[in-house]
């Protein structure tokens, strides 16, 4: 949630959809994993959403964002930031808006390449992974806990959500943002 890792995931997802070999999956595998982080990072800290007109405060260094309409509501930062309490503080951030408007782009570009058809076959073994995790887990309920469990259940949580979710809400924001008046 800060806006220097926001763009270097950006430059990464944009690095890897560039020099990619769409007949050699090895060559964009890295983007399964950096589209969620990059959607993560562009997350407002009041609505957890991807940001729209994004605003942050002037006069801190924290680099906490929200949405405009989401500004003045209780942020769901852990532990809360005491430097961007105030709100009138407060204004809209340009390379945020810039780099949302990129994120929706690079989505919309991803989304008409071939690389989606992957992407949804990797969706598809994730999601069986999941439900195949989720009955073992049951099962191991009665059973003694197996070594590793663990980190599955840490990894998945982090990441709840798919990479063709991802790009669906990328795509969703050249919509929504206000129009300057
Ligand atoms: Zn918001
Ligand atoms: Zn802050």
Redesign the pocket.
Known sequence: MDTENCTNLYLQVCQTFLTCKYDDPSTFEDLYKLLPWLRQSLTCCVCSKVVVDPMS?TQ?H?Q?FVCAKCRGGKMV?RPS?S??KDANAFEINEHLVILVQCFSKICELILHSPINDHIIKYDQNRKKEQQKEATGKKEEHSKKRRSGTRRHQVSSRILNISVSEVLQDGISKCNQTTPVT
């Open positions: 405060s801190t924290c906490h930062l930031c430097w961007c």
